[in-house]
């Protein structure tokens, strides 16, 4: 048994999700069965640092999992990646110890959520990005982006369906930058942890301060409140890319 | 009857094509079907610059119809967009006099085509890119290119299923740069007339120039024997986009 730990990439618009769901096409089930072409038959685990919603997108999301044999790290991402259907990508390859742990080692981790302003949607983003067609000034977002850092009750940013009773998280950087080439807002944001569909309520919730619908430090009363109904919106799952995450 | 003229952009990954067939998505028959929502059932036939392949984009595809009624150009632009799939965009409307025609009144056509050269397929840019994960020499191709330049009998360029007997066509410009952020080779070709995969093969053969697998004016000669069977490849669909039509 030989414990790696992978970096990969992968375009969500085909599957409903990372975790493994009979008769539907899975990040976790795709990787899960090239590996039994590996080990003749032989069930793997995969282990990931978290799920993702279908339509989510990843640029670095990490899993583990332990094989029964043990091949060099690189031999391992290049069978890997032979065996991969084209919407995955295997990034980095390692061989680590059986502490190491992709889900319950998580320190931290990053999003990105990127935002096609233009009037239209672009036929090429349909699948990779939100789309804001209104007026926003970008000076309130940034104000409002800094009410983010540190830690807050989160309760009115998360989607029921969560079983997580403790909704207190820590974030640590919250930016956003206009793409003017793209017409792209591109949100990103790095905390000790995300609850469910979380980024996807708190970039609804920006926009609507950058269009002036809402006080600038609107965030402040909504964690006070603590009522998921107050904020209302959900971007769309094709515009967020889990980009990092650190151990 | 009022004919207009538009500017479209489509992905044309689901898509048949350009062109009409029975029973298949294609770009013609879409924009048809949605015209009849219009029309109260009346069918409006679509005339396109040309046809594209299944796969090929369009980021300045023109086409014309005749309508029966005259709406500003601007409204038919909007009502046209409320009623296309997201994979077309209606980027501009002008009404025009019965003289013009977007097929046969067409003076020259801008091709781009995107070459990812990541050692791997990105999962990102697999319908929108085509690969070549192999060392080239971009000073080669940026010399061969200039051969293009030009009236030349494109006969080895000309996949088998076109009917066109005659393969001169005049090449006005051909360039291509590396984009270093984003790993990409970036051709445009801007010419009179294309042949039937024409720009493909083009784009295969340059890239075998670059990787020294030809001689670096094997255009020349390619011109001379008129030997389909000599330029052999032909880059993927995914990576062509019909940039511009000029009348």
Same mark, same amino acid.
């Given at each position: 048994?030989?414990?790696?730990?992978?970096?990969?990439?992968?375009?969500?618009t085909?599957?409903?999700?990372?975790?493994?769901?009979?008769?539907l096409?899975?990040?976790?089930?795709?990787?899960?069965?090239?590996?039994?072409?590996?080990?003749k038959?032989?069930?793997?685990?995969?282990?990931?640092?978290?799920?993702?919603?279908?339509?989510?997108?990843?640029?670095?999301?990490?899993? @583990?999992?332990?094989?029964?044999?043990?091949?060099?790290?690189?031999?391992?991402?290049?069978?890997?990646?032979?065996?991969?259907?084209?919407?995955?990508?295997?990034?980095?390859?390692?061989? =680590?110890?059986?502490?190491f742990?992709?889900?319950?080692?998580?320190?931290?981790?990053t999003y990105?959520?990127r935002?096609?302003?233009? @009037?239209?949607?672009?036929?090429?983003?349909?699948?990779?990005?939100?789309?804001?067609?209104?007026?926003?000034?970008?000076?309130?977002?940034?104000?409002?982006i800094?009410?983010?850092?540190?830690?807050?009750?989160?309760?009115?940013?998360?989607?029921s369906?969560?079983?997580?009773?403790?909704?207190?998280?820590?974030?640590?950087?919250?930016? =956003?930058?206009?793409? #003017?080439?793209?017409?792209?807002?591109?949100?990103?944001?790095?905390?000790?942890?995300?609850?469910y569909?979380?980024?996807?309520?708190?970039?609804?919730?920006?926009? #609507?301060?950058?269009?002036?619908?809402?006080?600038? @430090?609107d965030?402040?009363?909504?964690?006070?409140?603590?009522?998921?109904e107050?904020?209302?919106?959900?971007a769309?799952?094709?515009?967020?890319?889990?980009?990092?995450?650190?151990?």
């Open positions: 048994m030989t414990r790696y730990k992978l970096k990969i990439s992968y375009d969500g085909r599957f409903h999700g990372f975790q493994r769901q009979t008769d096409r899975t990040v976790q089930g795709v990787i899960e069965q090239s590996l039994e072409k590996m080990t038959g032989q069930h793997v685990d995969i282990f990931g640092s978290g799920r993702t919603d279908a339509g989510v997108h990843a640029l670095g999301q990490i899993i @583990h999992f332990d094989y029964p044999g043990e091949i060099p790290a690189e031999n391992m991402l290049r069978a890997m990646n032979s065996l991969m259907p084209l919407d995955i990508l295997i990034l980095e390859s390692e061989i =680590v110890d059986e502490e742990h992709a889900r319950f080692g998580v320190k931290k981790k990105q959520y935002v096609d302003c233009g @009037h239209y949607t672009d036929p090429f983003k349909r699948f990779y990005t939100g789309h804001y067609p209104y007026p926003f000034e970008l000076e309130k977002i940034e104000t409002a800094k009410d983010l850092i540190g830690t807050h009750d989160f309760t009115s940013f998360a989607a369906g969560g079983v997580i009773e403790d909704k207190v998280r820590t974030i640590y950087e919250a930016t =956003v930058r206009f793409d #003017e080439k793209s017409s792209e807002l591109v949100f990103e944001f790095t905390g000790n942890g995300f609850l569909n979380m980024v996807r309520i708190l970039v609804a919730t920006l926009l #609507e301060i950058g269009n002036g619908r809402r006080d600038v @430090h965030l402040l009363r909504l964690y006070e409140v603590k009522d998921r107050q904020a209302r919106g959900c769309p799952a094709s515009g967020l890319y889990l980009k990092e995450v650190f151990y």
